[in-house]
Every structure is written in structure tokens, then in C-alpha cells.
């Protein structure tokens, strides 16, 4: 098992979490920029490979692992997958293969279209009953999700799926800072972002919109709009999205309530509160659990529903190792914990 | 002028600003169960008042003062108010006379309606182009506005009073702790709520809901749907809405920023930001501006407002110095500032 | 395996870390003023229990259990202790147990001294070379050492051992919120600790002074002095303490960190950083890590050391599963781990 | 007045308090890298300078102005002071006039010393009975101290000047992040800092170290050793600087607490608290206090003081316009506040 870009803040959610797998022996780990240091100093909290170094991401070292976690600038996937044989399973963080249509890419990333490979979204509801699950079952490539999509669609898909509400949502995600990315920034910084909210990607602009959109079409069977604004909070991890779209059914919370048990009670990871709960990210931090919770407004005429989640782990990393599992057809929940650490 | 309530949040940031008012002087500072206690145990921040006693707030601690501001639980205004006499004024920071709608009142706060006062809102614009303000000028009796109404009502106000909109809103605001009040319960602990987000009051169940309705109401001419959510984030301060509602004319964000412009731009305290910049919380802090961006998201068909605030300043305590410069005939700006203390 | 006190920080965490472990199954899971509640109430995180409610804690309720985690206020451990019978592992995350003076239990802590336990900090150099470990090997009761004296004394305990230093420490130690505990009180509030650091117990009069200078005694082999002055820091987790000593020796940076090596290399969850590097609260969250690093400030002729911790997990209840582990004879790292939640 | 480094947290601080200012007016505000670019880009808190462009940081954009402030990396004062003239008042908030031993600035800073300027920090008691303030009044050229110094030199002066303590001190400060400056480095990352505590500049590496001795001997009349170890902590703005030293004499806290308030009674910026409060940084937020305590620990034999300020406003900021001030033959306290910005 091999990590490329194990010095970004993903790639290091990504050997934290296959530290703790059974299953899992933890061969290349691999930089850009950062080849050559010593791991431990971009990621000090993992002891156990306080001795390792940073090799460079090249296929040359990628290569002879049985599994290469991908955790790169965007762009960078296509070409590195390509050198890698069909029988690596190579799963990707970043953005370059999620999106299947060319326009969607092309208008919001720009460049060519590398192509789209089975997505990541295990729990997703599909149009006839099924789950994106089945889809990655021996599957050899997985994009895995971006970490406001994952929230956005598991917290609306059950409601879309059982025609409980219009096919138009509006989409308010609050986010901790590492959903950013470790290049420094001056608006990343923590005096910029302790004690400030702000907004950004307004309007639809943000990247993430088109996957979200993606996403609720496969589970409504019908194109969806999508109003999604991202709001950064000072955190460092967490993803708490609130979601809310028109009725388009005579149903109380109760019933809604049931839709959404029937939908995920089998989950493994993802738990809806006990009515009158409503989620904290604080209660996810580290682990792969995403805290659910629905509710309706008759007098907006609207149901609204929020999702919490660690937006490294069930938002990124431990979504890629729940896919591993599932594509070398180990229990799903293989190495990774619903216990958040908390508080 | 005095202060009730000088122990708690609103009450120090109503000392704080007035320390700086070049026409005051702080009589009495009165608190409840806090009475008898040296002021600098609650607001060690207030150093020029580091030798005042906490009085009990009583009718006859307020008495002779010209100015008094509450700043109470709910409940306790009406009673107090009774006892001071017509041509004091009294403001009122607290939710006892915001809402003109009796049934509101019953369903939001319980117990019996105390009425309503002239509403403290003084850029809101109104049907036939007159402002909220109008109706401050000379008063002796103001409720000030809750902290999210504040936000929500003016980031949507032009766009509804200029028919841009279907009278249907979104608002997802995420708050700091201080509007949470200073009283001590468990979820409200640092230990709690650093490094996690959490929603509360979802489904239109927060008693901000129908204050914001009736204000939106107000500039629409006519009833207004709002689906609110507040969420509370890792910050001690601040406000930023998030606002939208679908489009009801061919406008695009020019347009829109046009009327918004048109709105405000003789308002001293509401700061639209330049095309492009999106409002940080953390810019308005300490400060009585409130900052402001709108844009249209034409394939969600929705215009989308986002405001920032300080909620204990705009949001609360330099909305009741603002009230009070209008109702005295100082000018406006008296006393405060549109700098924030960043970062 | 019983938690008594689980609805408060430590029990929640001792109930996280054995949900990891496997070598035990989770009986009964108490409380004081909050029995009869659903744990989820108070403990969101720990999705696996959560259709679990709060036992009262009484010992009947705790009675039948191999081992017994305390985690209750101080002063309730003795009586509940005495009913629990002498086979039964009672492992108390409280200080009635730490101190063996009772002059000084009762200057600090007031009240009758309970007695002493074995005391739960196994890397603690002795006199003569052993380990404080020695005690732990099938004691039946054990008393896990206070969150600041484990820093401190593991900080400084190898350079008195070696005589590198005066017995005149001083330390000052920045900790999150939850040392604190769960009890909501104004000055733990969110509002008041975020942005903001704060000393207290300044000048001796914290509760863990003096079992700082019980423990740098018995490394020492004479008394101590110690100054110790704790600072809270808008975190909810994590302890920095920077300790120092005057030099009684002619030694440079790399003979201490040899004197270090020596004293902790084998020690599996004591990490001497690479020279260079010092240590962040961060890279230690959720873990049973202590990350260290020393030097020698020739100009103000003191030797100046640094540990970090996560005051929950090593601190405490990472503390406590140690030394059950080695109580019980199992390897000591069983369902531990040196990896933080970083970033 | 001007300010040339207007993009950064020092620079952005000084127009905030310079805005507020009755006898200035605001001239060029200057850039380097961010020359051209709108003030409100990065200052987006200073509403009423939201039409400001930054120049270039060069001596013809700051001619022409009674005082210059400069908020520059070190090492780039000397020469743009060299071209304004003798009459200008320059007000330099780097360290290059700060030491007065090019040996100390040799080593710590590396490079040619500029020499040293008037030291700015007013209420330095001096041996002998005056005040720093004297050299300040009528001065062209001031060197305002580093964050650091103005807290650990005020806490420990009084103590040192009375011979109430060895000359052998040790300092622990914890700082938020704004003392950084705003240059992104990926340690300071929101993501980094928040939640997370660190050490660095262990060892009497930092450069405050010899500027904190050169301070403390002026008050002592004696070289005074300084252990110092600087400590980030995840706030944006504060310093809490715990100090103390071994007792001289025998005194207790209430002779003390008698020296201290007899040192600084009648300065309007340094505010004892009463006796038995401890200093909380969060109360001086945006204000030019400083607060302080002070108390003998008998057990440990050491006097230690606890000095809270904010680093950018009495750090850096507040301090320079305070100096302003007694070098314009103003009133001390013009434009200055003792309100901190809580909670």
C-alpha cells in the first residue's frame, strides 16, 4: 500500500487511518515539493513512522504496491494512474475523476477531461433501490468524493429519492480550514480565520457544486438544481451542511424521519440521531461516522436535514479506506471506527 | 443613562460602546443575581469602570436617568418599563417588544404579549421608500432587534422590496457564543464548542423566525416564507447570513448590486463590498458596520446575500447607541465606530 | 469493565479508548446527577453505545465487574472503592489516592486523607534505576496521576535522576479547557476562553503541585521545589509544559538529549523529538504519546524541557487503560496508540 | 502621519488606532509586495480607508508627513529613516534601533547594527526613580519594543528596580498568532494552530531574549539573567507572559502587591488587579492596557508576576501612538483606550 502527496493533510488522514487497518502494510510514501524531507516533519503526530522519508511521487516508487492512495493537486491523477497496470487498485482523492460530464469539468476546472471512474460514495441511493456500493465491488480505480458533496447528498438523497421534496436545494456547509489544503495561504492563516466565518464561492462557483448536482440526479432520477454556498469556520476539521428543499409531499417529520431509518439503518456509518438531536461535528472528529438529522418545516414548506462529518476522514480518507474494503472485498468497516474523539 | 443587566454579554458591550460616547455619562450599572458584585468580576475588560459595584436592577436604582437600557431576559422589560416613566428612554435589548403579532409571541416566547415598541432596525427599508428610522425620531420606548434578524432582514430587504425575488427565503446563519447569553450550560462550555459546529433551532423552531418574517414583511409588502437555521461556530463573536431566495425577474448580478447600492449606500454602517469580495465576520468585529455581498446564481435560479455582523455590536449593543443617537436627535454615527478590531 | 463517572470528559474518554481495546467488553457505564439519561445525551461521539443508558453510580451497579474505572469528583472514590472487594481492579482517574502526605492532602485538597494507591505513571524513573511500572504488576488499585504532574514530571524526572539539574523547578503548563471538567461554569464558557489565555492557581496554590514534587522527589531521591503555574488556553484538549531547572552540571544540549534517550527510548509512548524539533499539543491529540524534546540555555544556565500530551488520553484515561493493561498482565501498548488526530 | 508596511498586522493595527486619533490625519499608507493593490484587500476591517490604494513603500510616498510610522521587516528601517529627515518623527515598530549592544544584535539578528533609537516603552521604571518616558519626550526617532518585552519587562521591573527578587528570571509567554506577522508559513495555518499549543525559540534562541535583558538591567542596575521560552497558542492577538525570579527578600504578597501598585498607580495604561485576580489576555483585546498581577509563593521561594496585554495594540501598535504622543507634547492617553474588545 503506497500514499502519494503523504505530506498534505489528506494524505496524512490517509496513514493515520491504515495505521490502525489490519490489513494494511505501509510501503511508498511520497511528496512533490516536500521529497526528501523526513516525513515527521509534516506529520509529527504519526509516531509509529517517525523514520520515514519522503520519497518522490513517480510511478517508479508507486509501483509494486498492491493499492496507491492518490492525494494530489488535481490534474495530477490521470498520468501517474496510467503508469500503474490495471490490477493496482488506485484510488483517488482529488477531484480529477469524479465528474462524468466533460462540460461540468471542463467550465469548473478547466483542461481536458481525464474521465470519470466509479465513485466512492458507498451508501449513495440509486435510482431502483441499489447503492453506488455495488459499483465498486472489484473495482481497480475509485474517485473518491469531495468532502462537501459526501455530506450534501447523503443528508438529501433519501428525501429526493422517495419524492418527498422538489428537485431544487439549497445547500449551506460550514467548514473547518483543512478542507483547504495545506499550501499556505494568507487567508488560510490562523490569525485570518480564529474568530472570523466567511463565505466564499458564492453563487454556484464552487467546485463542488457540479458533484453535489451529480450526485442527487443519480439517487432522484432527474437532473437537480443546486444552490450551494461553502462557509469556512474556525476548526480545523468538520463539515456541518445544512440542506433544505421545497416539499412536494403532505409528510411530518415522523414520516420523513422513517424514510430517512429505512434508508440507512443498515449503514454502518452513517447515524441518524434520535429525534430531537441534532448533529455536531465535534462527535465525528477522527472517525468515519456521518451524524444525520431531518426535520419539517411546515410553515417554510420545507423539509430540512443536516449532516456532520469529519471532512478528512468520512469526507476524504476514510471514505477511500471504506472503498478499499470494499473493492478487495473486506468487511466494509475494516480499520476504520464510528467513534469520534470528542470533545 | 443606565445599564440593566450590566453583568452579562449585552450589557458590557452596551458599557463598552458608551464608554466611547462623548455624550454619556454611565450612571447607574444594575444586574440581577450578580447584584452587589464588583463590575470588574464580570467585565474585566471595562478598566475605567474597574471600581464600580453592581446595583440590583430595581425601578429605583434606574430612576433619574434619562437614558436606560435593559438588557434582560426575556419577560422582565414590561414591569420595569412600567415604573419609569414616560419621558425616560428606555431601550430594550431584549425580545419582550419586537414582535406586533400577539400569536407569535404566544407560539415563540409563551406567556402573555407585552405589546410592541418602535423597532430598532433604522436602515430597513420600507414600502413607498421611507426607512425604519422614521419611526425612531423622538421615541422614548425602542426594541432593539435580535442579532440574526439583523442580518437576514437587511441582506434580503432590497432585493424583496425591489421585486427580485419570490417572497420565499433561505437563511443559514452561523453565529458565535455570545448570542448564546452568559449564563452557564453544559453545551455551551469552550470544551464544546471549539473545534466543532453544531445547528440548533432547525425547522423554523428559533424565536428569531417570525422577527425575521415580520421585518421581511415590512420592506416585501407582503408575507414572506423563511426557512431559517442558525448554526453555532467555534468563535466568541460574529455573524455571517447566508440568504437567498429564488429569483422572480431576469437580473444578474450587476443589476442586482445596483439596487443593493441604491439601498445602501447613504447608510453609514452598511458596507457593500466590492464586487467580488465576500464579508468576513472577523472585519466587522467590535464595530457597528454591517458588510454585505450579493450575487445571482443563474442555474440555481436564486439571488444569494451573504452579511456579516458583530452580534453583540450591530447585532445588539451598537444598535441600541444607534437607537439611541436617532431618539436623542444626535447625530447618527455618535459614539461609534465602522472600524472592526481584526484581525 | 465498568466506567463510573461516564458522562463526564474522562469517563467519556476512558469509554472512547475501550471501545479499542480488545480485550474488553463494556459492562456498566454510570453517573452522578446524570443516571437515567441516554449516555448519547453526553457522549454524541461514542455511536457504538449509543442506546446506552446511565446507570446510577452506586456499587451495586458497579459490583460483578473485573475492573473499575472511577472517573467521579474528588473525595467519592474511597467509600465506593471499599465496597468493591478486594480481586477487583479499581483504577481511580481522581486524586484521592495520588498523594502519600497527608499534610499535604489536606492543605490542597482538604479533609481526611483516603490513603495512597500505587500511583499510575509507569515511565517515572526511581532511585536505583527501576520504573514506577514495578508497583502497577497486579495491583488491584491504582491511582492514575493528575494531567499536569504526568508532563511535568516525565519532563523533568531523567535530568534530577541525573543529577543534571537543581531540585528547583520551575514549570509553566498551558492546557486546554477540559481539564477543567465538564461542569458548566462562566469562566469555562466558550465565549470566555476562546481568544483568550489566562494563569491560575498562580504562585503554588494548584492542587498539582505538590504531586509534581512528590514525583521529581523520587526521581530525584531528595526534595524538590517547585513552581508551577497553569495557563488555560482556547483548546479543549492538549498540555505543553515548559519546565526548567537551574544546570548543576557542565553539560550541553547533546549530552542532555543522551540522558533523555536513555531514560526513554524504550519507553513506547515517550517520543524525543529530532533534535530541532519541539513539541506541538496537536501532534499528540487522542493519543497516549507524550512527545518531549530538552536543551540547554548556557546564557541563563538552565535546562529548559518541553513535553506535550493530550490531557484526556495520556493525561488520564490513556494513563488509566496503561496501567490496567499492565495490571492485568497484558502487553502494555494493548488497544493504545502513539498516533495523534493531527490536524 | 503616515504608515509604510500597511499591509501587514502591525501596520493595519496602527491605522486602527490612528483612525481614531482627534490630532491625526491619515496619509500615504504604504506596501511592499502589495504596493498597488487596495487597502481594503488585505485591512478589509478599515471601512473608512475602503477607497485607499497602497503605494509603494519608498521615501518620496512617505515625504512630507509630520510623523512616519514604519511596520517593516527588519532590517529596512535604517535607510528609508536616513532619507526623512531630522524633523520627521520616526516611529519604527521593527526591532532594528531597539538593542543598544551590537554584540546582542550580531547574534540574534545577524548583519550590520543600525544602531539604536529612543526605546519606547514609556513606563520602564529606571534606576533611580524616573521613567523611560523622559528620553521619549521631544524624540524624532523612537524604536518601539517587541511584543514580549513591554509584558515580561513591566511584570518583573518593580521587582528588580525594589531588590525584592535575584536578578534571575524566567519567562514563559504564550502569544497568539498575529505576533508571527501575516507572511504565510505552513505553521501557521489555521489548521495548524487551532486546537494545538507549541513551544519554540526554546533555549534563549528568540530574539526578544536579549531585549528583555537589556530592559530588566536598566531597571535593576545589574545584568539580570533571562530564561525565556515563547509559547503559540491558537488565538489570534495576546500575550499572557508568566514571570518570576527567586525572592531577594522576605516579603510577602501583600508588600509586593505595595511596590507594584506604588510603581504603577499612576501610569494610565498598566492596570494591578485587584488582589486574588489573575490576568486574562481576553480583556485587553484591541485596548493599550496592560494587565497585571503579581504574588510570592513561599514554597517555591519566587516571586511571579502574570502581565497580560495585546500584542498589537500595547505590543506594538498602541505603543507607538502612545509614544506619539509624549513625543508630540499630547496628552498620553489621546486616542488610547483601556476598553478591551471582551468577550
Tied chains: 1, 2, 3, 4.
Excluded at 508507486?62 to 495530477?76: I, M, R, T
Excluded at 424514510?259 to 465525528?284: K, M
Aim: aromatic fraction near 4%.
Amino acid at each position: 500500500m503506497a500514499v502519494a502527496g503523504a505530506s498534505g493533510y489528506a494524505g496524512g488522514e490517509l496513514l493515520r487511518l491504515l495505521l490502525a487497518h489490519p490489513e494494511v502494510e505501509i510501503g511508498a510514501v511520497t511528496a512533490g515539493g516536500n521529497a526528501g524531507a523526513p516525513l515527521a516533519a509534516h506529520q509529527p503526530h504519526l509516531v509509529p513512522l517517525a523514520d520515514r522519508v519522503l520519497a518522490d511521487t513517480a510511478a517508479e516508487q508507486l509501483a509494486g504496491h498492491d493499492v496507491v492512495f492518490l492525494a494530489l493537486p488535481h490534474g495530477h491523477s490521470a498520468a501517474l494512474a496510467a503508469e500503474l497496470g490495471p490490477d493496482v487498485l488506485v484510488i483517488d482523492c482529488g477531484a480529477d475523476f469524479r465528474l462524468t460530464d466533460p462540460d461540468s469539468w471542463q467550465r469548473y476546472y478547466g483542461g481536458e477531461h481525464a474521465g470519470s471512474w466509479p465513485y466512492g460514495l458507498p451508501e449513495l441511493p440509486l435510482v431502483g433501490g441499489t447503492r453506488q456500493r455495488d459499483e465498486l465491488r472489484g473495482a481497480r480505480r475509485i474517485a473518491v468524493p469531495g468532502c462537501y458533496p459526501t455530506a450534501a447528498s447523503l443528508a438529501l438523497a433519501p428525501a429526493l429519492a422517495a419524492g418527498l421534496v422538489e428537485p431544487d436545494v439549497v445547500v449551506v456547509a460550514v467548514s473547518g480550514t483543512t478542507g483547504a489544503g495545506r499550501s499556505p495561504k494568507p487567508h488560510l492563516l490562523g490569525s485570518e480565520v480564529m474568530g472570523s466565518a466567511s463565505a466564499y464561492g458564492v453563487g454556484g462557483t464552487h467546485r463542488h457544486t457540479p458533484e453535489i448536482a451529480q450526485n442527487l440526479a443519480v439517487s432522484a432520477g432527474t437532473a437537480v438544481r443546486v444552490s450551494f454556498t461553502p462557509v469556512l469556520a474556525p476548526m480545523p476539521r468538520g463539515i456541518l451542511a445544512t440542506c433544505s428543499a421545497p416539499l412536494a409531499a403532505e409528510v411530518d417529520t415522523t414520516a420523513v424521519r422513517k424514510v430517512y431509518a429505512d434508508a440507512y439503518d443498515a449503514e454502518p456509518f452513517l447515524h441518524l440521531l434520535p429525534e430531537g438531536g441534532w448533529p455536531t461535528t465535534g462527535a465525528t472528529l477522527g472517525s468515519n461516522a456521518l451524524h444525520l438529522q431531518v426535520t419539517v418545516d411546515a410553515d417554510a414548506g420545507r423539509l430540512v436535514a443536516v449532516a456532520a462529518e469529519d471532512n478528512l476522514a468520512k469526507g476524504t480518507a476514510g471514505a477511500a479506506v471504506q472503498c478499499m474494503n470494499i473493492a478487495l472485498d473486506l468487511p466494509e468497516t475494516t480499520g476504520l471506527s464510528t467513534v469520534g474523539v470528542a470533545p
